[in-house]
Nanobody, 124 residues
Framework: QVQLVESGGGPVQAGGSLRLSCAAS????????VAWFRQAPEKEREAVAV????????DYADSVKGRFTISRDVDKNTVYLQMSSLKADDTGIYYC?????????????????WGHGTQVTVSS
């Protein structure tokens, strides 16, 4: 059974930093693409960053480039999202997704497994 468990969210002031974790079980982060998405209140879920299996490349939404960094620890089977220079617009529930089925990495329909999310609240 595959499980993705996010942690590390919480309240933070604008300009601050947070590191989110996505601990995986039932699959390996080394063998699967793992992405972070977020959803703000009354908005659609949007892609944030991805660590692409095989190529070991990463990609980011334009809105977070230069501020967020996705990384992984294969030994801990965990993917991280380091978030810096946070803005109020970064507020939302952050979800981890894994095992990409194909298509664009930023598509919510492109992943087999999802975590339950962790709340990030940035106050200005």
């Amino acid at each position: 059974q595959v499980q993705l468990v996010e942690s590390g969210g919480g309240p933070v002031q604008a300009g601050g930093s947070l590191r989110l974790s996505c601990a995986a079980s039932g699959l390996t982060v080394s063998g699967n693409s793992v992405a972070w998405f977020r959803q703000a209140p009354e908005k659609e879920r949007e892609a944030v960053a991805v660590f692409i299996a095989g190529s070991n490349k990463t990609d980011y939404a334009d809105s977070v480039k230069g501020r967020f960094t996705i990384s992984r620890d294969v030994d801990k089977n965990t993917v991280y999202l380091q978030m810096s220079s946070l803005k109020a617009d970064d507020t939302g529930i952050y979800y981890c997704a894994a095992a990409r089925r194909g298509g664009s990495w930023s598509s919510t329909s492109g992943y087999n497994y999802w975590g339950h999310g962790t709340q990030v609240t940035v106050s200005s």
